[in-house]
């Protein structure tokens, strides 16, 4: 080789190496996660992530874009209004089910995972019940942090045994309305607590599945049974008659303040996910039995109407190797095991540290094993976002006016415009 050509080589090598440091130094410098994950019983387990997030990757900035606002009462508009820009964050929070594939996948707007699936074994540890719903075609879109529970009634055990009330039997809806017309008697005027609109959407769930059953209720939302049977007639009845025990400034109280009456000793009474065991446990210090308790709620007990937090990948994401980087944390035990013990869920993965999780949450992970697993229409299992976005507005009616053959009415119809029935 002539002394030119030799010249040439080594000044392509150092280019090359230029070239390729520079690319390495140029990597993602930011991630930016998007959730609602702000207030009390909700960021300290994101919080647990991000600090591993800070320890494995000093050099990428993690922007927490969460949105105030339960169940993404704020969120997910601000999010609608990103994507439609055009801007979406590099991951953000979507629940497992409808929302995600009748909302996001259907809008062309995340990309497949089934890589990253493969190259984690993911399709070993996540739950078979799962899979199916963040899949289309096949094709996963999403990976699961965590199972929350919807149907569990807490209760101040305290407040009870002050007015000498048992604690109700959870396998007899009619028990917890005489607890509750035990309590009234005895001068608690609000034993239930109730919170903004949302939580009003999971309070009917769970009362829809406490009177009809798991088997009708799951057939409601693929279309094999009737909104307009008379066990829906009932279900209504019955949230009419438990909405009779409620504080009456709910629509202004967040799902923690709703909690908070009931850890302060104001309510005897409410039903809240799981997130609420963090919430007690984490933020407010509360020991299981003393401070809090649980049921499932009454009429439920062997159903688990679950929902599932998981994260995606948007077409176009801004950082994509740090979103893989964030999904892959996700998905991990490690991840896992830092989440979910704070945020009062049990882990998507089947093979978490039990040791790590509280009292309840070791129930929950029992319960999920042996019970009837339904899906949760607040935080949506069930319901694409158009439908359960409209049932939201014939349940706020029904606030309104009480009228249980309007809300029936408007049921069978949204069952037809916005799901599956013909
Ligand atoms: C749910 C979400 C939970 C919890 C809750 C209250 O939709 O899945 O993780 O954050 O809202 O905000």
Avoid at 132 to 147: A, E, F, M, R, T
Avoid at 192 to 204: P, V, Y
Avoid at 321 to 328: E, M, P
Avoid at 357 to 372: F, G, H, I, N, R
Wanted: charge should be negative; glycine fraction near 10%; proline fraction near 5%.
């Amino acid at each position: 080789m002539g002394h030119k050509r030799l010249m040439l080589v080594v000044a392509l090598v150092v280019i090359a190496t230029l070239m390729l440091s520079s690319c390495a130094k140029t990597g993602d410098k930011q991630l930016e996660v998007f959730s609602w994950w702000t207030g009390g019983g909700e960021e300290a387990g994101l919080n647990a992530m991000i600090k591993i997030w800070q320890e494995k990757y000093p050099d990428i900035e993690f922007v927490n874009a969460a949105v105030a606002g339960g169940a993404g009462s704020n969120a997910k508009a601000v999010l609608a209004t990103r994507l439609s820009a055009g801007d979406p964050p590099d991951s953000w929070q979507g629940h497992a089910g409808q929302e995600l594939i009748g909302t996001y996948v259907a809008a062309g707007q995340l990309e497949p995972l089934d890589d990253l699936y493969k190259e984690n074994g993911w399709y070993d540890v996540f739950p078979a019940t799962l899979i199916p719903l963040i899949s289309k075609d096949g094709h996963p879109y999403s990976v699961p942090v965590n199972i929350h529970r919807a149907n569990v009634l807490w209760y101040n055990p305290a407040v009870l045994a002050q007015y000498n009330v048992d604690p109700p039997d959870p396998t007899s809806f009619d028990s917890w309305i005489a607890a509750m017309d035990a309590l009234k008697a005895a001068g608690m005027e609000a034993p239930l607590s109730l919170g903004e609109a949302w939580t009003q959407k999971h309070l009917f769930e769970t009362i829809l599945l406490a009177t009809v059953g798991p088997d009708t209720y799951t057939k409601l939302w693929n279309g094999e049974a009737d909104w307009g049977s008379a066990d829906v007639t009932k279900a209504i009845e019955n949230f009419g008659l438990v909405l009779t025990y409620v504080n009456p400034d709910y629509a202004s109280l967040s799902w923690q303040d709703a909690s908070k009456l009931v850890a302060d000793g104001d309510a005897a009474f409410n039903v809240m996910g799981d997130w609420a065991e963090g919430y007690f446990r984490v933020d407010l210090g509360l020991k299981l039995g003393t401070g809090f308790n649980w049921m499932p709620v009454p009429g439920t007990k062997g159903s688990y109407q679950f929902l599932s937090d998981s994260f995606v990948l948007p077409v176009g994401a801004k950082h994509r190797d740090a979103a893989i980087k964030w999904l892959t944390l996700c998905g991990s035990k490690e991840g896992q095991d830092a989440f979910n013990p704070l945020k009062g869920s049990i882990p998507a993965r089947s093979d978490a540290d039990v040791s790590l999780y509280s009292e309840y949450l070791q129930a929950a992970m029992a319960d999920w094993k042996v019970d009837t697993i339904v899906g949760s229409l607040a935080h949506g299992v069930v319901a694409n976002d158009t439908w359960s976005n409209d049932i939201s507005t014939a349940l706020g009616q029904y606030l309104t006016d009480k009228d249980g053959a309007a809300l029936q009415a408007a049921l069978v119809n949204l069952c037809k415009t916005d799901g599956p029935c013909k």
